[in-house]
C-alpha cells in the first residue's frame, strides 16, 4: 500500500452489527488503515479526530442516529489525585515498572487470557490463540511500547499487569490493558491509568488518551472519574466535561 497523508487517506464504512455497550442499537464504524512513512502522522491526525487505533487499523464509530461513543483523554498536567486514587497507589507502592518494545511474550499472553476469562467470559478477544496476540501486540506501524507492572517484593518478580500504549506527540495513547484478575483488592485498572498520567507528566506532555467513553455504558463510567476529562465533538473539537 502506498503512503497515505491526512488529504488523499480513503475511509471504508463497516457493516452495521449489534452494538456492544448500548442495547438493542447497531454500530458501524469509519477504518482506514496505517501505513508506509506518513502513519505515525496520519495516526495523530486522526487520533486528534476523534479515531483508535487497532492493530494497523485506525477506526471511528458512525452509527446512524447515535453518538454516544466519544473519545476521551485526560488533560495530564492538571490532574489531581483524590483520597482512592491515592490509597491506589499507594497499595501499588511494591510494584515495578518497565517500559518495553511491542515483542509478545507466552508469560504476557497467559496473563491475558486469564484476564479474558475472568474479565470478559463469552466475548470474542477469549478465544485469540497465541499467535492473534503477537499480531495485536506487534502489527503496530507507529511507535508503541509495552509497559509491565510486577511484584518488585515477589521472589519471582510476578507480572501481574501489562499495558499496549502509543507514544504520542502530546502524550500516550492507552491502546490495550490486563490485569492479574485475582488481585481485584489493587485495582490494578486504575493504577495503570495513574501510572500513565504520571509518565505524561513526566515527560512534560500533556494527555493521556482513554479511547471511546459511552456515558450510558456501566463498563465505561469509569473513565469520567479521571478529570479534568475532554471529549472530541467533532467540528467543536475537544471540549471539557463538566460535572
Known sequence: MTDQSPETTQLFLTAAMPCPYLPGHMERKLFTHLSGRRASALHHVLSDNGFRRSQNLIYRPAC??????????????????????????RANADISITVRPTTATVEQYELFKRYLDSRHAGGGMTQMSYQDYEYMVEDTPVQSVLVEYRLRDHPEQTLVAVALTDVMPDGLSMVYSFYDPDL????????????????????????????????????????????????????????RVED
Open 64 to 89: 446512524e442516529g447515535c453518538n454516544a461513543c466519544q473519545s476521551v483523554r485526560i488533560v495530564a498536567g492538571e490532574f489531581a489525585a483524590s483520597g482512592r486514587f491515592r490509597r491506589v497507589l
Open 184 to 239: 481485584a483488592h489493587r485495582s490494578l485498572g486504575t493504577f495503570l491509568i495513574l501510572d500513565h498520567i504520571a509518565q505524561v507528566r513526566s515527560a512534560r506532555l500533556n494527555y493521556v488518551y482513554l479511547g471511546y467513553w459511552v456515558k450510558d455504558s456501566p463498563k465505561m463510567a469509569y473513565k469520567a472519574q479521571y478529570r479534568p476529562l475532554e471529549v472530541q465533538r467533532g467540528h467543536a473539537g475537544w471540549c
